[in-house]
C-alpha cells in the first residue's frame, strides 16, 4: 500500500506549527499540546478526563474509558518516559482526510511509538484506511505504531482493579527482594501474600502492587483471584 504524502500539524507552547513528516523526527511531540479537545454536551456517551501515570508521574488525558483502560499497560511499563494525547493532526496531500492519533509515546531509550484507541466493534472503512496510511507514515519516520481495539473485558476488569495499586504507598523494597530471590518461581497469589507477610505490614496490597509492576507476572485475560498463579519475573 501507497499513502499519500504526509504533513503534521501539532501544537507546542501554545504556537500552532506545521512539518513535512520528513522534518519532524525532532520535534518533541510527547510535550506537546492537544490538537483537539471534543466538546461535552449533556448525556454524552463517552466518558473524558486525566489519567495520572505512575511510570511517568504526569496526567494524561483520555477521550473515554476505553482509551483509560488501553492507557494501563503503557503505566505498567518502566521504559516509558512521556506521553501525549492527541498530539498532532495528520494531513494527507491531495486529499480532505486528516487524522489526529490518539497517544505519542516517547521510551527512555528515545524511541517512540503512536497509538490509536478504538474497540473493534466501532471501526468502520474510513478508520482502517486511516490507520493504514498512520502506519505507513510512522514507518518512515521511524516510530513504532500500533492500535489497541481488542481489550477484553476480564482484561479490563483487572487492569482497572491493579491500577488502585501503582501508587508508590504499596511498593516495599524487602518484599520487592523476596520476589526477585524467587525468580522463575510460580504459585497462587495466597501463597505470595503468605510470603510476603514476613516483611510487609500490608502484604495483599504488596502482591496486587508487585502485579501491577510486572514484578509478577499472571494472565491479565483471565478472572484475578488468590488462586491465580503468578511467576516471580
Known amino acids: 500500500m501507497i499513502a499519500p504524502h504526509a504533513q503534521l500539524e501539532y501544537v507546542l507552547g501554545g504556537v500552532d506549527q506545521r512539518r513535512d513528516s520528513a522534518d519532524v523526527l525532532e520535534v518533541a511531540f510527547e510535550?506537546?499540546?492537544?490538537?483537539?479537545?471534543?466538546?461535552?454536551?449533556?448525556?454524552k456517551k463517552n466518558y473524558t478526563g486525566q489519567y495520572w501515570a505512575a511510570t511517568t508521574g504526569g496526567h494524561v488525558w483520555f477521550e473515554s474509558l476505553y482509551e483509560r483502560v488501553a492507557l494501563m499497560p503503557l503505566d505498567r511499563d518502566p521504559q516509558v518516559a512521556a506521553i501525549?494525547?492527541?498530539?498532532?493532526?495528520?494531513?494527507?496531500?491531495?486529499?480532505?482526510?486528516?487524522?489526529?492519533?490518539?497517544?505519542?509515546?516517547?521510551?527512555?531509550?528515545?524511541?517512540?511509538?503512536?497509538?490509536?484507541?478504538?474497540?473493534?466493534?466501532?471501526?468502520?472503512?474510513?478508520?482502517?484506511?486511516?490507520?493504514?496510511?498512520?502506519?505507513?507514515?510512522?514507518?518512515?519516520?521511524?516510530?513504532?505504531?500500533?492500535?489497541?481495539?481488542?481489550?477484553s473485558e476480564s482484561e479490563g476488569r483487572n487492569?482497572?482493579?491493579?491500577?488502585?495499586?501503582?501508587?508508590?504507598?504499596?511498593?516495599?523494597?524487602?518484599?520487592?527482594?523476596?520476589?526477585?530471590?524467587?525468580?522463575?518461581?510460580?504459585?497462587?497469589?495466597?501463597?505470595?501474600?503468605?510470603?510476603?507477610?514476613?516483611?510487609?505490614?500490608?502484604?495483599?496490597?504488596?502482591v496486587y502492587s508487585a502485579l501491577w509492576w510486572r514484578e509478577l507476572l499472571f494472565d491479565s485475560s483471565r478472572h484475578l483471584s488468590l488462586m491465580t498463579v503468578a511467576k516471580a519475573a
Open 31 to 43: 510535550s506537546v499540546d492537544r490538537v483537539r479537545t471534543p466538546k461535552s454536551w449533556k448525556h
Open 84 to 151: 501525549s494525547s492527541q498530539p498532532m493532526w495528520i494531513h494527507w496531500s491531495g486529499t480532505a482526510r486528516r487524522h489526529a492519533p490518539d497517544f505519542f509515546v516517547r521510551f527512555r531509550d528515545g524511541s517512540a511509538a503512536v497509538m490509536d484507541v478504538k474497540p473493534l466493534t466501532l471501526i468502520e472503512p474510513d478508520d482502517i484506511e486511516a490507520f493504514d496510511w498512520t502506519s505507513i507514515l510512522c514507518k518512515e519516520v521511524g516510530w513504532d505504531y500500533f492500535v489497541v481495539s481488542d481489550i
Open 159 to 206: 487492569l482497572r482493579f491493579l491500577s488502585g495499586y501503582r501508587y508508590e504507598r504499596w511498593r516495599d523494597s524487602a518484599a520487592a527482594e523476596i520476589v526477585r530471590s524467587h525468580a522463575g518461581e510460580s504459585t497462587q497469589l495466597s501463597e505470595w501474600v503468605s510470603l510476603l507477610a514476613r516483611v510487609s505490614p500490608q502484604p495483599l496490597g504488596t
